[in-house]
C-alpha cells in the first residue's frame, strides 16, 4: 500500500525506474520517490490526459494522449460529423526545468492509422460524455524499435515501428494487411 505525503488517492499508478511511481493527476505525470517527494512533474503536449506512461532506457517517458476529435462514423450507421476519442502516443524527453514543457521525439496518431471500422461492434455503443470512443488505449510496452500497443475497443493488440509508424502486425479484432494468421492451431 502506497499513498503521497497528503494521503490522497491515486490513480493509473505505474511503478518506474528507480523506485518510483507515476501517477495521474490532473491529466499529468507526477511522478513521485518511495517517499512520497515529487520527482517530477510533467504532461503531454498537445493532449488533455494521459492514460499510460513507460520510461525509456533513454531517461525518455512514452505517454498516449487522450482528445476528442471530430469523426465520420458512418460505417457504424451514425453521420459523419460525430465526436471520437482519440489516442496519440507520444515519446517525450522530461522538461528541462520544473514546470516547463517536455520535448516531443515521436509521436503516433492512432486515427491516422486504424479506421473506426476495426472496432469490435460491441464497443461501438460506448460513449463517455458526448464523445465515442472507438479505441480505448490500454496499455504500451517498449521493444526497443518500436512499441506493442493493446486496444480494448479493437479487441487486439499491435506492434508499431516506430522508424516508420507503420503497423507491423496485428494480433486479434477484424482482420487487415498485417494480422498474424495462427497456423497449427
Not at 8 to 29: I, K, N, R, V, Y
Not at 31 to 55: A, K, M, S, T, W
Not at 147 to 162: E, G, P
Request: glycine share 10%; charged share 15%; proline share 6%.
Amino acid at each position: 500500500v502506497w499513498w503521497t505525503k497528503n494521503k490522497t488517492s491515486t490513480f493509473m499508478l505505474t511503478p518506474l525506474p528507480g523506485q518510483h511511481l507515476g501517477t495521474d493527476e490532473s491529466g499529468g505525470l507526477v511522478e513521485y520517490d518511495l517517499n512520497g517527494q515529487i520527482v517530477q512533474q510533467f504532461g503531454p503536449v498537445g493532449g488533455n490526459d494521459f492514460h499510460e506512461v513507460i520510461r525509456l532506457a533513454n531517461g525518455n517517458y512514452v505517454m498516449a494522449t487522450q482528445d476528442a476529435q471530430p469523426c465520420d462514423l458512418t460505417s457504424w450507421g451514425l453521420t459523419a460529423s460525430e465526436s471520437c476519442l482519440n489516442h496519440v502516443i507520444q515519446e517525450l524527453q522530461p522538461p528541462a526545468t520544473p514546470g516547463g514543457t517536455p520535448t516531443v521525439v515521436w509521436q503516433w496518431d492512432t486515427s491516422q492509422h486504424i479506421p473506426v471500422t476495426e472496432t469490435t461492434a460491441t464497443w461501438r455503443s460506448v460513449v463517455i460524455g458526448s464523445n465515442h470512443d472507438p479505441f480505448h488505449l490500454n496499455s504500451i510496452e517498449d521493444t526497443g524499435d518500436g512499441l506493442i500497443v493493446s486496444f480494448r475497443h479493437l479487441d487486439a493488440v499491435y506492434k508499431i515501428d516506430k522508424a516508420t509508424g507503420n503497423v507491423v502486425w496485428k494480433l486479434g479484432g477484424a482482420p487487415r494487411a498485417e494480422s498474424l494468421q495462427l497456423v497449427g492451431d
